[in-house]
């Protein structure tokens, strides 16, 4: 089956480190159904495995069998043996055979395992803000960055099934300290947890600040200390941004792609974010790559990836 | 014709700033006679068209007419027009209708415009380095970096013909000064260009060093005071091949790529910027990134691009 049109019911899912969400399509991709459960990602496999069955079956009527089951899983994937080879998120499922527990539980229904930002990838791609599009490039700007790359309509995964790690791309040789042990990545520059450290350090340069006063550092609190007029929360997210478009303007001069897709909890921050970003991107791609190339929101939230999870099984 | 397996003589050709090098292939793509003229590239259109069509006739035997001619080209495309959008290495050819201008010439030949880099990638690919993988990107460290990308078997030319920059990735924001106008771009950091700058730098600073001595600063006789000993050629070379490295790890996250196949003069400076090179890219890929990819030199020299200009007619 798995590249054919089904007659039945499709169920995506994203497991992810606090949640899980799943959501039943019919076989055009229209969504008729969703569920959530949280995510016991600190207990066992086991528990992780319930939840797992616990929202699939919460979207099957009674008896019915799936024509197709996709699940997005935050973490690095044994593609071809459906295996967790190691999640951060999702530590207890290191090396869990995931696919064949699973299909045993469901009946031999059809399943296919992605990584997270691929299925994420793919629902904008096919339904969101990747549809006019041939080419994009997902970034999701969270407590991490992630990444997925689609060219000429294709969704490219790598030769170990782990492309797209745009956060990883180093922008600062020699640069602020990463947690895959490396040095300047993207990531270790513009995320959630770049902006708290550096937010932290300037609380301990000058406690005095507004920074320093805030109950808890949160990306979401240091954006409103900004967008309140505080100059040390704004050149947080300035320096920030100029790191985001410079990223950009790797990808625009790498890949040429019509579409740079941004999705994450940063990208409320909007402008405070994107206007740094869009300067140093217009400064540093090429005329061409960034003419070619629009960056856009993304379009389906939190569903995205629920949604990208079931498109093997559409076209 | 285009994509199907032509009966007759197929012509490749690279067009470059200082020479025209073509060749004469079989229908399976075998080479049969080579022709070499010089580029005249700073005279005029006319002439460089003539030159074309000089190392062309030179490789077909009298009255007979080419089953398909591919011509890699230093420069931006417009692919679908076959413009010559800007070369800086042919800066007469600019806006010049290059692929109709040749194909009146040729009495109507079947022929294909190629960027030289992605014409370089499509030949190590199908007949060289390339060749057992599925995926490569191909890095040419010459004066400047040039790069191309073959995922799926397929060359990824990029919503506006430019993909593939790789050189123009940046790996130091902030760095140095780029031809492009940007900053710290991989090519700004390591390119022939790049350790000429830094070597006037180094003899500007210590007018008694061997580098202050060398008659003219070139990546050749950098690599020769290297190897006989000098520390601060060494050191050059040193800074050279981490950013390299650092470049190369970036490709490896982001594309996760089987091969990675290195061409161009810089890479006769073999472990002395390979060596810094591994160790940078091993310290900074991911585990399975590294892993799943090779390095290589390239393995066609000067004839990848003539090669590969001749595969779209072949498959």
Not at 71 to 98: C, H, M, Q, T, Y
Not at 226 to 234: C, N, P, Q, Y
Request: proline share 6%.
């Amino acid at each position: 089956m798995g590249a054919e049109r089904p007659d039945g019911i499709l169920l995506g899912l994203d497991l992810g480190g606090t949640q899980v969400k799943a959501a039943r399509f019919s076989p055009s991709g229209e969504r008729e159904a969703v569920a959530r459960v949280d995510s016991p990602s600190h207990e066992s496999p086991e528990a992780v495995l319930g939840a797992v069955l616990a929202a699939l079956r919460a979207l099957l009527p009674g008896g019915a069998s799936p024509a197709g089951v996709g699940i997005g899983v935050a973490g690095v994937l044994d593609l071809k043996e459906g295996r967790i080879i190691e999640s951060p998120n999702l530590p207890v499922l290191s090396g869990f055979p995931l696919r064949e527990r699973l299909q045993s539980a469901l009946g031999g229904a059809p399943l296919r395992l992605l990584n997270d930002a691929n299925a994420a990838a793919l629902g904008e791609f096919h339904a969101g803000a990747g549809r006019p599009f041939e080419s994009m490039v997902l970034l999701t700007l969270g407590t991490g960055i992630g990444g997925a790359i689609v060219l000429g309509g294709k969704l490219w995964e790598g030769a170990a099934g782990i492309a797209g790690e745009a956060g990883h791309m180093c922008v600062q040789a020699g640069g602020p300290e990463c947690t895959c042990g490396a040095r300047g990545c993207l990531e270790a520059c513009v995320s959630g947890w770049a902006l708290t450290r550096d937010a932290r350090a300037a609380a301990a340069r000058n406690p005095a600040s507004a920074i320093a006063s805030l109950a808890e550092i949160t990306p979401k609190r240091l954006a409103d200390l900004a967008l309140g007029g505080d100059a040390e929360a704004r050149a947080l997210w300035e320096r920030a941004g100029e790191m985001l478009g410079t990223g950009i303007a790797s990808l625009m001069n790498l890949l040429n792609p019509e579409a740079i897709v941004l999705a994450g909890g940063l990208v409320q921050a909007g402008d405070l974010l994107l206007g740094p970003a869009r300067r140093a991107w217009e400064r540093q791609a090429f005329e061409r790559a960034r003419a070619s190339a629009q960056v856009l929101p993304a379009a389906l939230g939190e569903w995205a990836g629920v949604r990208g999870a079931v498109q093997p099984f559409l076209s």
